[in-house]
Structures are given as structure tokens and as C-alpha cells.
């Protein structure tokens, strides 16, 4: 039987400390979220994103915007020095438009981490922003991290995941992709699966590989999926290593049963914990650049 991480345990911890830490600021944190569409995830995203900052003391404002005038909204959020951060709720026009739209947004006032700004820094493993200032990283990648700091799979040395194999199915831009770079920068070799194949990706090297399903998972020491379709193969346990970490943060569950109950550790969700990154982003973006 797994060992079973509950990500709002892990996620409260870390809003503790962020209350104490707003507690002593004297001006007001004020998130806007910027909603272009009826997507329902999106929505939930939003209520969850308004309900983790009521729990620290950070004001959240919601903006219902059409979508063709999401850039110029941007533009006043970017101006508005009361406006410490911003929230997109991708899809808006679901094509390359968006990936325009994530750069539109003040490097400054990105809690997400989803500006080129911050994406190229974590993807030349830059850490610090600026000569002194952490540099901020995507929030459900960053969450994913800290679950499995708490699970105990990841040391406390240069190379957190030196030794470790880990297949992760997702590429995306906001999730799988930057995720399976943060892993390798730690020391970890990553296979990374989407729908064009897998690709293998260390620490000083991006290649192709003609590694099967089969034997990344056999081989993997963390297993993490984040497919979001209801004809993707489940993960099985006879695919699986005993020992494995597996991590769910699709909607949809990509473990069958019997995996779930044969991993080491399981972690279900990531959801809570990806909203508390978001908090910890936005207090970080105020100290760096918005505190007197």
C-alpha cells in the first residue's frame, strides 16, 4: 500500500509562512485575475486562486475581460502600481496567440512565471534575477518540486536528483516542458512523453531516444503525468517499479488503481499547492521590485 501525500497538508505549511510574511508589510498585496473566457476549468482555477488569497491577507480582484481586449487590460495592470501581480486563466484564444499574450505581462508582476523573461532563465538554469533576487519560476512545476521535497525524494545536496530517472507525460509549456528542465538541472535524467514521442533531457543535453513506454517506466524512479485525455493509456502496475514516486496533476486520473497501490508514495493532486505558489510568487515579485 502507498504511502499517500495530501498536497493542501503540504500547502498549508507553506501559507503560514506566507501570512506571517504579509502580516508585516505595510501596503496591501492586490492580485488581478484576468478571465477571457466561459472554459469552467478556468473558472475554478480563478474561485481557488481568490480563496487562497483571502486565506494570507492578499486582495484578489477578478476581471471578467473579452478577450480581444485582454492586451490592453494588461497594459493598465502593467501601469497600476497598486497591482502587484496578475493572473491569466489560459486558454483565452487556445493557439499561439497566448504564448504573445504570457509575454504581454510585466516581467515585474508575473506570478506565474511564464514570461520569457523567467522561462529563459530556467531553461539556462539562472536562479537569480538581477545579481541578488531569486528569479521566479512556473508555479505548478515549482509545486510539483516542493510535493516531492516533502515525500523525502529529493536530497539536500548540489544535485538534489543526481542518480534519478524520472518519465514525465507532458510537454507542455507551462507545465511538462520547464518541469522536466528543473528536474534535470537538479541532476535527474528526464524522459519526457507527449504525443510526439519521447525525448531524453539531462542536465547539458536535449536529444531524441528511441527509449518504448515500457522501459522508461520500468527504469523510473519518479513516474509524473499530466494527461488531460481520456484515451491515454493508464499507467499499469505491472509497468511500474515497487519503490517508484508517482505524481497525478492532470484533471484526470492517469494511474489505474492497482498502480496507485503498488508505488512507494502517491501523490494524487497538486492542485492546492500550485494556488500557494502562485502566493509565494507574488510575495517574492513585492519584495524584489515593489517594496520601499
Given amino acids: ?43 475554478t482555477y480563478a474561485k481557488y486562486t481568490e480563496v487562497g488569497c483571502n486565506s494570507v491577507g492578499i486582495n484578489f480582484e477578478l ?14 495592470i502593467n501601469s497600476d502600481p497598486s497591482i502587484h501581480g496578475v493572473m491569466i486563466y489560459y486558454p483565452i484564444f487556445n493557439v499561439e496567440q497566448d504564448n504573445y499574450l504570457k509575454d504581454q505581462v510585466d516581467y515585474r508582476k508575473d506570478i506565474e512565471g511564464l514570461n520569457t523573461h523567467w522561462i529563459r532563465k530556467l531553461y539556462n538554469n539562472e536562479r537569480i534575477d538581477d545579481k541578488s533576487n531569486k528569479a521566479i519560476l512556473p508555479c505548478t512545476p515549482l509545486a510539483i518540486i516542493k510535493l516531492l521535497e516533502a515525500a523525502g525524494v529529493m536530497s539536500l545536496e548540489s544535485s538534489p536528483l543526481a542518480e534519478k530517472k524520472v518519465t514525465i507525460f507532458n510537454r507542455s509549456e507551462v507545465v511538462g516542458r520547464p518541469l522536466a528542465n528543473m528536474m534535470a538541472h537538479d541532476g535527474a535524467t528526464v524522459y519526457s512523453f507527449d504525443e510526439e514521442g519521447p525525448i531524453l533531457i539531462e542536465r547539458d543535453n536535449i536529444s531524441g531516444t528511441c527509449i518504448t513506454r515500457k522501459q522508461a517506466l ?13 484515451h491515454f493509456e493508464l499507467i499499469k502496475a ?28 502517491f501523490i494524487p493532486r497538486v492542485g492546492p499547492m500550485t494556488v500557494t505558489m502562485v502566493l509565494r510568487n507574488t510575495l517574492r515579485l513585492y519584495k524584489n521590485y515593489h517594496a520601499e
Fill in 1 to 43: 500500500m502507498s504511502t499517500l501525500i495530501d498536497p493542501s497538508l503540504i500547502a498549508q505549511q507553506f501559507r503560514d509562512q506566507i501570512i506571517t510574511e504579509v502580516a508585516v508589510i505595510n501596503a496591501p498585496l492586490k492580485i488581478v485575475g484576468l478571465v477571457g473566457s466561459d472554459y469552467k476549468p478556468s473558472l
Fill in 238 to 265: 505491472d509497468e511500474i517499479n515497487a519503490s517508484a514516486v508517482g505524481v497525478n496533476f492532470s484533471t484526470l486520473k492517469n494511474f489505474e488503481l492497482d498502480a496507485r497501490e503498488k508505488l512507494a508514495t
Fill in 218 to 230: 520500468a527504469e523510473s524512479d519518479i513516474i509524473i503525468t499530466g494527461v488531460p485525455n481520456k
Fill in 63 to 76: 476581471r471578467k475581460v473579452d478577450k480581444y481586449s485582454l492586451e490592453k487590460e494588461i497594459g493598465k
